[in-house]
C-alpha cells in the first residue's frame, strides 16, 4: 500500500510502498478516506516529541470504511462502515488510571500514528474499541478535524466547568470548533491572538466573541476561564493575570514552550492551572454528540495524500488557511 512514512525526526516524509496490515485480535482493518493533520504530527516530525515509533507512519485524525474484520473484534462494526480512528489508540484497562476512569492517563496507553502506526497511509489498523462512529452530518473531509482537534479541544472546554467568561488563547482549529460549542451553550467568549493579528480578531469576532484583541492586552471583563490553545508558554501567566478569582487556565497542548515565572499573588485566590492530556472514549461519544447538533462547522483545505510534506511545511510556516485533510481514497 501506498504510505508517508517518517524515518526519523527532522526529515521529510517519504513515500513509500509498505505491506498492507493485518489485523490482529480485536482489530479492524480500515481503509483510510481522508485524514487530518494535527500540530502534534509537525511537533513529532520536529522531534518535540520523545520517542515515536520509527518507522512510523503519522496521522490520528483518521476517517475511513471497515475492509476486514480480526478475530473477536468489538460486535458494535460491521464490514463496509464508517470508522473514525482518534490518538488514544489503545489502554490497558488495568492500571490504577484505567480503574478509575482516566484512561487518557494510562501508564501504558498507545497511541495512533505516535507509538501504533496511523493514517498518512492507504490502510491502517485499529483496535475496535477505540474507533468511533461518526456523526451522518459530516462528510468525511469535514469529519476528521473533529477526531483532534474537537475531540481533545472539547476535553480542555470541559475543564472549564460553568464558566461564564471565557477565553481562548490562539485561535487556530481546535478553538475554532470549540467557540462553536462555548457560544451554543451561551458563553461569553474572549479570544486572544498575536498581537496586531487583525484579521484573525475579526473572525473571531465574526463568529461571535464579546471581544477579541492581542495576547498582550487585557479582556475588559475578568475570565472565569481560558483555554491555551497556543503552544506559547508566556501565555500561560498572561491568561492567569486575566483570571478572576478561582479562575482557571487549560494549557490544551501537548507540547509548550517554556513558562516564565509570575507572581505568586496572580496565583493566590484559588486560581488554577492545569493541563489536558489525550482523550477518553467518553469525550469523544459526548463530543460526537453535540457536535451535530450545534452544528459545529469545520474548515478544511485537502492534500493528495503524497503531499503531505507540503501540508506539514504549510502549517509549520502558518500558510494553511484552515485545517490540512489529507485525501486517500477520497469516496
Ligand atoms: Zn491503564
Ligand atoms: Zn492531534
Same mark, same amino acid.
Given at each position: 500500500?501506498?504510505?508517508?512514512?517518517?524515518?526519523?525526526?527532522?526529515?521529510?516524509?517519504?513515500?513509500?510502498?509498505?505491506?498492507?496490515?493485518?489485523?490482529?485480535? /480485536?482489530?479492524? +482493518?480500515?481503509?483510510?478516506?481522508?485524514?487530518? !493533520?494535527?500540530? =502534534?504530527?509537525?511537533?513529532? #516530525?520536529?522531534?518535540?516529541?520523545?520517542? %515515536?515509533?520509527?518507522?512510523? $507512519?503519522?496521522? @490520528?485524525?483518521?476517517?475511513?470504511?471497515?475492509?476486514?474484520?480480526?478475530?473477536?473484534?468489538?460486535?458494535?462494526?460491521?464490514?463496509?462502515?464508517?470508522?473514525?480512528?482518534?490518538?488514544?489508540?489503545?489502554?490497558?484497562?488495568?492500571?490504577?488510571?484505567?480503574?478509575?476512569?482516566?484512561?487518557?492517563? *494510562?501508564?501504558?496507553?498507545?497511541?495512533?500514528?505516535?507509538?501504533?502506526? /496511523?493514517?498518512?497511509?492507504?490502510?491502517?489498523?485499529?483496535?475496535?474499541?477505540? *474507533?468511533? @462512529?461518526?456523526?451522518?452530518?459530516?462528510?468525511?473531509?469535514?469529519?476528521?478535524? +473533529?477526531? *483532534?482537534?474537537?475531540?481533545?479541544?472539547?476535553?480542555?472546554?470541559?475543564?472549564?466547568?460553568?464558566? &461564564?467568561?471565557?477565553?481562548?488563547? /490562539?485561535?487556530?482549529?481546535?478553538? @475554532?470548533?470549540?467557540?462553536?460549542?462555548?457560544?451554543?451553550?451561551?458563553?461569553?467568549?474572549?479570544?486572544?491572538? &498575536?498581537?496586531?493579528?487583525?484579521?484573525?480578531?475579526?473572525?473571531?469576532?465574526?463568529?461571535?466573541?464579546?471581544?477579541?484583541?492581542?495576547?498582550?492586552?487585557?479582556?475588559?471583563?475578568?475570565?472565569?476561564?481560558?483555554?491555551?490553545?497556543?503552544?506559547?508558554?508566556? +501565555?500561560?501567566?498572561?491568561?492567569? @493575570?486575566?483570571?478572576?478569582?478561582?479562575? $482557571?487556565? !487549560?494549557?490544551? /497542548?501537548?507540547?509548550?514552550?517554556? $513558562? %516564565?515565572?509570575?507572581?505568586?499573588?496572580?496565583?493566590?485566590?484559588? &486560581? #488554577?492551572?492545569?493541563?489536558?492530556?489525550?482523550?477518553?472514549?467518553?469525550?469523544?461519544?459526548?463530543?460526537?454528540?453535540?457536535?451535530?447538533? !450545534?452544528?459545529?462547522?469545520?474548515? =478544511?483545505?485537502?492534500?493528495?495524500?503524497?503531499?503531505?510534506?507540503?501540508?506539514?511545511?504549510?502549517?509549520?510556516?502558518?500558510?494553511?488557511?484552515?485545517?490540512? !485533510?489529507?485525501?486517500?481514497?477520497?469516496?
Amino acid at each position: 500500500m501506498r504510505a508517508m512514512v517518517l524515518d526519523k525526526a527532522k526529515l521529510p516524509l517519504q513515500a513509500r510502498d509498505v505491506p498492507k496490515p493485518k489485523p490482529g485480535r /480485536g482489530h479492524l +482493518l480500515v481503509r483510510v478516506n481522508s485524514c487530518a !493533520v494535527c500540530r =502534534t504530527d509537525l511537533h513529532v #516530525v520536529d522531534g518535540e516529541l520523545s520517542n %515515536p515509533k520509527l518507522p512510523l $507512519i503519522l496521522g @490520528h485524525q483518521i476517517v475511513g470504511r471497515v475492509e476486514e474484520i480480526g478475530e473477536k473484534a468489538h460486535s458494535k462494526f460491521q464490514i463496509g462502515d464508517r470508522v473514525g480512528i482518534p490518538w488514544l489508540g489503545w489502554t490497558d484497562g488495568e492500571c490504577v488510571y484505567c480503574r478509575s476512569n482516566r484512561e487518557n492517563l *494510562c501508564d501504558r496507553a498507545r497511541f495512533t500514528g505516535y507509538t501504533i502506526d /496511523g493514517g498518512y497511509a492507504e490502510f491502517t489498523v485499529a483496535d475496535a474499541r477505540f *474507533c468511533f @462512529h461518526l456523526p451522518e452530518h459530516y462528510n468525511d473531509v469535514d469529519a476528521a478535524p +473533529l477526531l *483532534c482537534a474537537g475531540l481533545i479541544g472539547y476535553r480542555s472546554y470541559r475543564k472549564t466547568g460553568n464558566a &461564564r467568561c471565557l477565553g481562548m488563547y /490562539g485561535f487556530g482549529n481546535a478553538a @475554532h470548533l470549540i467557540a462553536q460549542i462555548a457560544l451554543y451553550e451561551g458563553r461569553d467568549l474572549f479570544v486572544f491572538t &498575536r498581537p496586531g493579528d487583525v484579521k484573525t480578531q475579526q473572525s473571531a469576532k465574526a463568529l461571535g466573541a464579546k471581544w477579541a484583541g492581542g495576547s498582550d492586552e487585557m479582556p475588559p471583563e475578568k475570565l472565569d476561564a481560558a483555554i491555551i490553545f497556543a503552544s506559547v508558554g508566556p +501565555l500561560v501567566p498572561a491568561a492567569l @493575570h486575566a483570571l478572576a478569582k478561582g479562575g $482557571i487556565v !487549560v494549557c490544551g /497542548g501537548i507540547h509548550m514552550s517554556d $513558562i %516564565p515565572s509570575f507572581p505568586y499573588a496572580d496565583l493566590w485566590e484559588e &486560581r #488554577v492551572i492545569t493541563s489536558v492530556a489525550n482523550l477518553t472514549r467518553r469525550d469523544g461519544e459526548e463530543f460526537f454528540e453535540i457536535a451535530p447538533r !450545534v452544528p459545529v462547522r469545520t474548515h =478544511t483545505e485537502t492534500f493528495p495524500l503524497e503531499e503531505a510534506n507540503v501540508a506539514l511545511d504549510r502549517f509549520r510556516a502558518g500558510k494553511l488557511k484552515a485545517t490540512a !485533510v489529507l485525501l486517500v481514497n477520497p469516496n
